[in-house]
């Protein structure tokens, strides 16, 4: 899973920073939308918003400080890891502004500017676009079809809004990493009971079933330990009009991550692997370095680096990965 920072498209000579996360999967396939088409993929071997500040310094372009030109950027979202995008780029003397719906977003102490708006809303995002020098998000969850929309008015968006696309819907970008040769494990789109129950079949039980969209921290996935429970996780989701997908169950032993830093000439660079342990669903403690051997996260790292390079556009993406008994590396 993917869950991206401007610092990189600034300026790709510098060594890079995580200024945003973004969270964030070989078959040939005819069509992504290609109905209840089954995936059996290679794995790997061993409103307009207001605004808090001064409305006159926004945009305003100031002489250049410690070598970087400050253009603003314009983040969509303001949550935590807004906040660390914020912590990144004053350190780097980048002014930061973000798009937030909450008073007292995560990220508002931090921005050079905090405005009050929607990430959602199509006339909010547009008019923040034109205080900024570059649009980037710090979740996936935004109005794609206008950020499409910035860049084909010459707006600097990064990522691109393609990727973002991706991203943000679960079940497509698992299509988008079989295409690429990303090991993961075999999964189809369920449109129905028989479909669901199709699912069981040839995956077995327990079987993983997943929203394609606006699933994260636990939310949007449901475990059905046979076909009588298939029913149950699919109400749990809220049917299958909300767009689901099943997925094999992946024994892991282990989920790590890797952060990887993509610049605007497509140059990736990797952080550590690192080990996530997980508390009802949710990230509780993380392991640096990962405490696997040399062959894993040298496997590990390569995974997550074509994963990214098969994306559009420059930033900061943690790719999410099982680990198996077998030494097996699957995108989550």
Known sequence: MLLQGP???????????????QTSKKMEVSSLHHKNQIFCCQTSSSSSPSQHSNPSLIGKVTPQVHGLSETIVGVLGGGQLGRMLCQAASQMAVKVIVLDPLVNCPASALSHHHVLGSFDDAAAVQEFAKRCG???????????DTIEKLEQKGIICQPKASSIRIIQDKYLQKVHFSQHGIPLTDFMQIDNIE?????????????????????????????????NGI????AALGGFSRGLYAE??????????????????????????VETIHKENICHIVKAPAD?????????SSIAQKAVSSLEGAGVFAVELFLTADGQILTE
């Not at 570059?134 to 794609?144: G, Q, R």
């Not at 994260?216 to 330990?225: E, I, K, L, W």
């Not at 991550?257 to 140059?267: C, E, H, K, T, Y």
């Not at 696997?292 to 590990?300: C, G, I, Q, T």
């Open 7 to 21: 610092n990189v498209a600034l300026n790709t000579n510098i060594q890079p920073k995580i200024l945003l996360f």
């Open 134 to 144: 570059v649009l980037t998000v710090e979740i996936e969850h935004v109005n794609v």
């Open 195 to 227: 479909s669901a129950k199709q699912a069981g079949d040839l995956f077995g039980y327990p079987l993983m079933i997943k929203s394609k969209r606006l699933a994260y921290d636990g939310r949007g996935n449901a475990v059905a330990h046979s076909e």
């Open 231 to 234: 029913s149950s996780s699919v």
């Open 248 to 273: 094999k169950w992946a024994p892991f032993v282990k989920e790590l991550s890797v952060i990887v830093a993509r610049g605007r000439d497509n140059s990736v660079s990797c952080y550590p692997v």
């Open 292 to 300: 696997v051997p040399w062959k894993v996260k040298s496997l590990a």
